[in-house]
């Protein structure tokens, strides 16, 4: 894959940012891809450099160990 396409897969993703954030700059926002890719970035730099890239299983592990309290210290 290269970069222009990377870069046009990134321009056609749907941000959210979470209702748990503030209005300040301490925001994470992820990104639906196609085919049940997810990108996250930090609202602070929303360069393509700083936006992390998951797959489909890779997500939903995360998401899985969130919600079951895996990854609470």
């Known amino acids: 894959m290269t970069a222009n396409h990377r870069r046009?897969?990134?321009?056609a993703a749907?941000?959210?940012?979470?209702?748990?954030s503030?209005?300040?700059?301490g925001c994470v926002e992820r990104g639906?891809?196609?085919?049940g890719w997810q990108a996250v970035?930090?609202?602070?730099?929303?360069?393509?450099?700083?936006?992390?890239?998951?797959g489909p299983h890779t997500w939903q592990s995360f998401v899985q160990a969130v919600r079951t309290g895996e990854?609470?210290?």
Do not use: M
Request: net charge negative; aromatic share 8%; proline share 0%.
């Open 14 to 20: 749907v941000w959210h940012t979470s209702t748990y």
């Open 32 to 35: 639906r891809l196609a085919s």
């Open 71 to 73: 990854l609470d210290s």
């Open 41 to 54: 970035r930090d609202t602070k730099d929303r360069d393509a450099a700083g936006i992390l890239i998951f």
């Open 22 to 25: 503030d209005n300040g700059s």
């Open 8 to 11: 046009h897969s990134l321009d």
